[in-house]
């Protein structure tokens, strides 16, 4: 008998005994299932982070969207210190894309114009006018600044925004 020709609570029923990653492949099969399975709550996904999967995918939580994201959707200081793996205030963390949304009350975002993010050890400026993710400089000291390295002085060059492709590898 096929996995989907048996009852729904037997598909419930395996599903709660599969570890968080299995559950959460088991989820992405098909529509069926992804609707029928809740999501996995904010506690379980950061117990995940603790497993050989997560490691080895270096994979981790977001607080807001409640998805495991690779580290590279992170700023570098969300996934140092306390904000690590299992530390003590892992549970704060939150990816730049949520970093970058206003917050839940009609707020500001956390990451308002002019905000400096260090992402996979590049520094980055929110910049004041385009609101864009912009590459910073750095003087001849080697210090972060808020100087833009770009020739032409506008914002539509080398935006992070646009196009992530290439960060992302």
Same mark, same amino acid.
């Given at each position: 008998?096929?996995?989907?020709?048996? =009852?729904?609570?037997?598909?419930?029923?395996?599903? /709660?005994?599969?570890?968080?990653? !299995?559950?959460?492949?088991?989820?992405? @099969?098909? *529509?069926?299932?992804?609707?029928?399975?809740?999501?996995?709550?904010?506690?379980?996904?950061?117990? *995940? /982070?603790?497993? !050989?999967?997560?490691?080895?995918?270096?994979?981790?939580?977001?607080?807001?969207?409640? %998805?495991?994201?690779?580290?590279?959707?992170?700023? !570098?200081?969300?996934?140092?210190?306390?904000?690590?793996?299992?530390?003590?205030?892992?549970?704060?963390?939150?990816?730049?894309?949520?970093?970058?949304? =206003?917050?839940?009350?009609?707020? @500001?975002?956390?990451?308002?114009?002019?905000?400096?993010?260090?992402?996979?050890?590049?520094?980055?400026?929110?910049?004041?006018?385009?609101? %864009?993710?912009?590459?910073?400089?750095?003087?001849?000291?080697? %210090?972060?600044?808020?100087?833009?390295?770009?020739? @032409?002085?506008?914002?539509?060059?080398?935006?992070?925004?646009?196009?992530?492709?290439?960060?992302?590898?």
């Amino acid at each position: 008998m096929p996995f989907l020709g048996l =009852p729904p609570e037997l598909h419930i029923a395996i599903a /709660e005994v599969l570890p968080i990653p !299995d559950y959460l492949q088991l989820r992405l @099969t098909c *529509a069926y299932l992804y609707d029928s399975l809740s999501p996995p709550t904010h506690r379980q996904l950061v117990d *995940a /982070e603790a497993t !050989d999967w997560a490691r080895h995918h270096n994979v981790f939580t977001c607080r807001y969207c409640l %998805r495991l994201r690779p580290a590279v959707y992170f700023a !570098d200081r969300m996934l140092q210190h306390r904000r690590s793996r299992a530390a003590r205030d892992c549970h704060k963390r939150f990816c730049i894309d949520c970093g970058l949304m =206003p917050r839940e009350d009609g707020g @500001t975002a956390r990451y308002g114009p002019g905000a400096q993010v260090t992402i996979n050890e590049q520094f980055f400026v929110l910049c004041l006018s385009c609101h %864009r993710f912009l590459p910073g400089a750095r003087d001849r000291h080697g %210090r972060n600044t808020l100087e833009y390295p770009l020739p @032409t002085g506008g914002c539509n060059n080398r935006v992070l925004g646009e196009d992530r492709s290439s960060f992302y590898e």
